[in-house]
């Protein structure tokens, strides 16, 4: 990761969210950090040892099976932070965490977020609040593997992903979008030509570009409204 930039770290939108007191306590410790697409930040025990807060980069937390297959469990961008929730007690990653969207991220050491969590009860409010919208996701995507078509979950990972950038163009390859969904890639490229041909989406070398925003919140699945309804609850503003 590249580090030392010169960016807004309030292009975060949980650091934007923060009581101005909160946020003058972590900025000083605040660094900025390039996240380059397909790179591995944590596996799978890896010990923790910065809480990362994405800008316009989106952070992908996969379980490794034992046969190599992979199941994306969250999705992380903009709207929060990674590198916290396994942290208060083993400060071991749960998963793989790889980048599938590349960009930057502000980060700060694990001890001196866990620190300011102890001191400050707002961020610490905060904290518990995104958590818990996160353990929301991780188990409505649960169900949504288990039981919903292809089709409907590539639609709800499309708007999720969308959500999390200010473009139509989403810097998505097949191969990635059929690991994330634990399919084959063939089943991937099935369903997008499907989508494209409805007018959903357009395909392009190395992109999948969103053309109709509402007809894929139609033909998602039900989880896509569970999960940004609890975060629009949970954290007003900071999901959109």
């Known amino acids: 990761m590249g580090r030392n930039l010169k960016t807004d770290h309030r292009a975060n ?3 934007a969210a923060l009581e101005p007191d909160d946020f003058a306590s972590l900025e000083p410790q ?4 390039i996240l380059l697409r397909g790179a591995v930040l944590y596996e799978p025990r890896d010990p923790i040892r910065f809480t990362c807060f994405p800008h316009d980069a989106i952070v992908s937390l996969v379980d490794v099976l034992e046969d190599g297959r992979l199941a994306e469990v969250a999705m992380f961008g903009r ?3 990674f590198g916290l929730l396994s942290a208060f007690v083993s400060r071991e990653a749960f998963g793989r965490y790889v980048v599938q969207v590349p ?4 980060r700060i050491s694990l001890d001196h977020m866990q620190e300011a969590i102890r001191t400050r009860p707002s961020l610490q409010q905060l904290v518990l609040a995104y958590n818990e919208a996160l ?3 991780a188990y409505h995507t649960v169900a949504c593997n288990a039981v919903h078509p292809v089709e409907a979950r590539c639609c709800r990972w499309l708007l999720s992903t969308h959500d999390r950038l200010d473009h139509d163009a989403l810097p998505l390859t097949h191969e990635f979008l059929a690991e994330m969904l634990g399919v084959q890639r063939s089943t991937v490229s099935a369903t997008l030509r499907s989508l494209q041909a409805t007018g959903l989406i357009e395909q392009r070398r190395g992109q999948i ?4 925003r509402g007809g894929l ?4 699945c039900e989880c896509y409204r569970k999960i940004r309804s609890r975060f629009g609850r949970l954290l007003p503003g900071t999901y959109t």
């Open 209 to 212: 570009v969103v053309t109709d």
């Open 79 to 81: 709207e929060g932070l």
């Open 135 to 137: 353990l929301a996701q």
């Open 217 to 220: 919140e139609q033909a998602a």
């Open 13 to 15: 939108r949980f650091l």
């Open 30 to 33: 605040l660094e900025t950090v």
């Open 103 to 106: 960009g930057t991220a502000s």
